[in-house]
């Protein structure tokens, strides 16, 4: 099958589309070289005299509600992840459009996860034309295979939030999955048996879309505190059995990996930020939850302990280990982007120097400045890297989509950044000559930290000097490359991959900076 | 002829790294049929094929059916995956698919620190791989108790693959074999691959290291180009502690005698302690026979994994008893081990002044070496050079530290 695309060679030489799902969108133009222009996005004016007097919005169902709502053929609908895999909102939501007959809507969702597989019969029944948002597990398989039928766009969290402000997606309607919620509207995350710490990744929808329905399972009296989620943007309120599966949601408690060779790589990056003079009193670093990013945090509380440094804040999602660290007195303060285990829900109800952060304050492009900027050091996966330093984060080097982009292109703008990654996984060379999908450009990627070696990005002159004469194995990324190959026995081959375009990958800005082509079996 | 069929490898959800192969042969199976189902297919699919095909050919099967599911697993485990099935067959002519050598090693010496010793069990490929960048002093490709019975074939020629294709970066490539006489096995196969040092489980009696030097004395004659390898014998039994002097003289190959604990409180019937008193006797004999002998004495594993004080503890203990090095299970214990055997900062203090008076002695063409009115002897003379030597490779004082005297 031919395909008529209109495509463009963006300014990472990679052919992406200039209008995706009959809309125009604008190749990527280099690192902060391009900029909207004219006023934000802004949701119709509404009344108070049209809502009740009461502060009583509840309706009986999401059926209801979408309907009271207005939904129609070709409409925008939002949900978030903060479910993450417990989430049962999002299904129900399709469930009732598909109920109510309406075909071809945009999901945009902050996420989705596996539990979100029911999805692909609303896509496949054309309930759903395509998502935008990211797509792992049985969604971005089916996403991989074509079968979709628009185009998805994959998104960072602050590339989220600049979409919905300069208007290049209009939500017309966003649900929010609230563990406690008051019939007003307000709602958090931290109360119920759903709880799952803050709600930031919704903040956006309720700001902007024309109808906002706030779906819970543990309705309280007015007034909801804190309000995490105002209910002065809230339509409707709709009180369900569950919202979501607990154990799935949140860990009882994180466990820190146990895998020697992650564990070694994240206690090299440590040192390295140590011994790159990065780790001293008053620093900013980011953790995540994941396995080798977590081991990160505990070596460097380590080294922090035994050197006698204090930091000022650390960013990112929050475990058991990390609010161990504000207690302890090791950070002044937490500031949480997404809470991974019960310890970090409970240290966010009760200190208040555990902050709640969103996407607006951390990673918004059109924020006037954002917190990712300003910490000293971040740590981030990758699929892949690439000799010039760019780094894959959707997809598998067979092509496959695998994971979302999350708030990992905005961590890019770190102070300094370090990609702690095994050299290959089983077979496969995680540094390869050319990244299968461009996600983050190597202009941003400062330090790859392997197993068997360390290579610093050439344009860090500092930190090459910085670490001159200390024992840590920096090698350059060439020799790295090929260590990969000569231990995994080649040169991988290319994936053949169809013509057919499947996925859009969107830079921090709006712009275009890759697409991802289908996967033939 | 009727169907014939064999397998060899891994398979299942928790596998990765390695490959599953089955072979049929017989009535009606025509040409090299080949299903591959592979994690890498995209990105080395046709290299397996070629492989496959190549092994085919130079074992001169010309009809099969081969089935392979692979998670992952590198070039020389598939050739061992296959030669092992084709061995099973009986079609292998007795000839040997070698990987080619990928790295250069140098034999390992015969003094050196052999604080750690990693045990790899010599089935599980994926173990191999990253062990050696947890830089332990040595790395044991293990064909003993890891691998279960119908495995120890397979695992033989996985091992023997394993020394030919990784890089173990400088640590002492040792293999631990079964005992005799599956062990005879063991020991053609690994011998002619460069091995350092060999592990013989469970010795009891001199004589059971004389019959491996006669084995070793015949590979060694066919195999002129490889590596005389050390032993290093481990006592597991009263009748082994009781002997443990004979048996540490039994061959100048010997550079260490190891105890295992496990087994040895078994035959004295008694359980391991944490306190360890039920073995004190087993681990101060063995220590002594070591040293009588002039080789080196190696402690026992940890088990606990998790339990990283623990083994600290143990090692502080083991150090104090008079042992040089302890076996590990898990990478993690590297480390701890490592730095518990590190001299301590008045260790270090004291090795440098004897050096430094032994150095002063030598330039001035003295015979004998004194600290003040102390006299020192050799023995000592050794002991601190070699304090100095591991608080360099610990790197606990620089190459430069005669100038900061």
């Known amino acids: 099958m031919k395909y008529n695309y209109k495509t463009e060679i963006n300014a990472a030489g990679r052919e992406v589309l200039v209008e995706i799902n009959g809309e125009k969108h604008i190749p990527f133009k280099g690192v902060n070289k391009h900029k909207p222009t004219g006023r934000k996005a802004a949701p119709p004016i509404r009344s108070c005299i049209d809502y009740p007097w009461d502060g009583d919005k509840r309706v009986e169902s999401i059926k209801e509600a979408l309907k009271k709502a207005g939904i129609r053929d070709g409409m925008t609908i939002s949900t978030h992840h903060h479910l993450r895999n417990g989430d049962y909102v ?20 902050s996420a989705s996860f596996p539990i979100h597989a029911p999805i692909i019969k609303h896509l496949e029944s054309g309930v759903i034309h395509h998502i935008e948002g990211s797509m792992n597990g049985p969604l971005g398989d089916f996403t991989s295979r074509g079968k979709m039928k628009g185009t998805a766009i994959l998104r960072s969290h602050g590339g989220r939030y600049q979409a919905v402000q300069d208007g290049e997606v209009h939500i017309d309607i966003a649900v929010i999955s609230a563990p406690c919620a008051d019939p007003f509207g307000n709602a958090n995350g931290l109360y119920g048996p759903a709880a799952c710490g803050l709600l930031g990744f919704a903040l956006a929808d309720s700001q902007y879309a024309d109808y906002v329905i706030v779906v819970t399972d543990n309705l309280v009296p007015f007034p909801c505190i804190p309000w995490q989620i105002q209910g002065n943007y809230v339509d409707y309120v709709v009180e369900v059995e569950s919202i979501g599966d607990p154990s799935k949601i949140v860990s009882g408690t994180t466990q820190l990996t ?59 999602g929050s ?21 991974f285990d019960l310890e970090g829900v409970r240290s966010m109800r009760e200190n208040p120097n555990h902050q709640d952060t969103s996407p607006f304050t951390s990673y918004n492009f059109h924020g006037k400045g954002n917190f990712a ?39 890019l703008y770190g102070k300094t950044v370090i990609l702690p990654i095994p050299l290959f996984r089983d077979r496969i060379p995680v540094i390869v000559d050319e990244v299968t999908t461009l996600v983050g450009p190597g202009e941003l990627i400062d330090v790859i930290v392997t197993e068997r070696g360390i290579a610093i990005n050439p344009r860090r002159k500092d930190l090459i000097n910085a670490v001159k004469g200390t024992n840590l194995p920096i090698r350059s990324i060439e020799e790295l490359k090929e260590e990969a190959e000569k231990i995994c026995g080649g040169k991988p081959k290319k994936p053949k991959l169809g013509e057919k375009i499947v996925a859009a990958i969107k830079w921090v800005d709006g712009t275009v900076i890759d697409v991802v082509r289908q996967v033939l079996d | 002829m009727s169907i014939k069929t064999s397998e060899a490898g891994n398979k299942g959800d928790k596998i990765r790294s390695d490959c599953w192969v089955s072979l049929k042969v017989g009535d009606g199976i025509k040409g090299v049929n080949l299903n ?20 085919m050919k130079f074992f001169g099967i010309e009809d099969v059916e081969i089935e392979m599911i692979d998670t992952g697993a590198l070039p020389f485990v598939i050739m061992a995956r296959i030669e092992a099935a084709i061995k099973r067959l009986g079609l292998d002519k007795g000839k040997k698919y070698l990987p080619s050598w990928e790295y250069e090693f140098k034999r390992s010496e015969r003094d050196r620190f052999r604080r750690s010793r990693l045990y790899l069990p010599g089935d599980q490929p ?33 091992v023997r693959n394993a020394l030919r294709s990784i890089d173990f970066k400088g640590a002492e490539r040792m293999v631990r074999i079964n005992q005799l006489p599956l062990g005879y096995e063991d020991l053609e196969e690994v011998i002619p691959q460069k091995v350092d040092l060999i592990l013989i489980p469970k010795v009891e009696f001199p004589e059971q290291i004389k019959e491996i030097d006669r084995k070793v004395d015949e590979i060694l004659k066919e195999n002129p180009d490889t590596f005389d390898p050390y032993y290093m014998p481990i006592i597991e039994s009263a009748a082994g502690v009781m002997n443990a002097y004979s048996i540490a003289k039994a061959s100048k190959r010997i550079v260490a005698l190891a105890i295992g604990l496990e087994d040895y409180t078994a035959d004295i019937g008694t359980q391991r302690t944490n306190e360890g008193r039920e073995s004190f006797f087993a681990r101060s004999m063995l220590v002594n026979a070591a040293k009588a002998a002039g080789i080196q004495a190696i402690d026992t594993v940890f088990s606990d994994v998790n339990d990283m004080e623990g083994l600290r503890e143990s090692v502080i203990e083991a150090k104090s008893l008079g042992f040089d090095g302890k076996g590990c299970i898990h990478p993690r214990q590297i480390r701890v081990i490592h730095e518990a055997f590190a001299p301590t900062e008045k260790e270090i203090e004291k090795a440098k002044k004897i050096v430094l008076a032994f150095e002063e002695a030598e330039r001035k063409g003295l015979g004998v070496v004194s600290l003040g009115s102390k006299m020192i002897d050799p023995p000592v003379v050794k002991r601190a050079l070699r304090t100095i030597n591991l608080a360099l490779k610990e790197g606990l004082i620089n190459e430069n530290w005669r100038d900061e005297q």
């Open chain 1, 90 to 109: 999002a299904n129900m939501v399709f469930d009732a459009a598909a109920e109510l007959g309406v075909k071809n809507l945009r999901w945009f969702p």
């Open chain 1, 258 to 316: 146990k895998s020697p060779d992650r564990l070694l790589i994240a206690e090299m990056a440590a040192q390295f930020a140590l011994e790159a003079g990065i780790v001293k009193n008053g620093f900013s670093f980011q953790a995540g939850a994941g396995g080798t990013s977590l081991a990160f945090a505990v070596f460097l509380r380590d080294i922090m302990k035994k050197n006698n440094i204090k930091a000022r804040f650390v960013r990112g």
């Open chain 1, 319 to 339: 475990t058991k280990y990390l609010t161990e660290m504000l207690e302890e007195g090791l950070t002044d303060y937490i500031l949480d982007g997404q809470t």
């Open chain 1, 373 to 411: 900027s300003m910490v000293d050091v971040v740590v981030l996966g990758a699929t892949e890297v690439d000799v010039n330093f760019n780094a894959n984060v959707v997809t598998h080097s067979d092509g496959r989509l695998l994971h979302g982009i999350g708030g990992w292109q905005n961590c």
């Open chain 2, 36 to 55: 591959l189902e592979s994690k890498v297919k995209v990105l080395y699919g046709d290299s397996i094929k070629d492989l496959i095909f190549d092994m």
């Open chain 2, 126 to 158: 994926k173990f191999f791989l990253n062990a050696a960048i947890h830089k332990p002093d040595g790395l044991i490709l293990d064909l003993e108790d890891s691998v279960a019975p119908p495995a120890k074939d397979a695992a033989r020629i996985l």
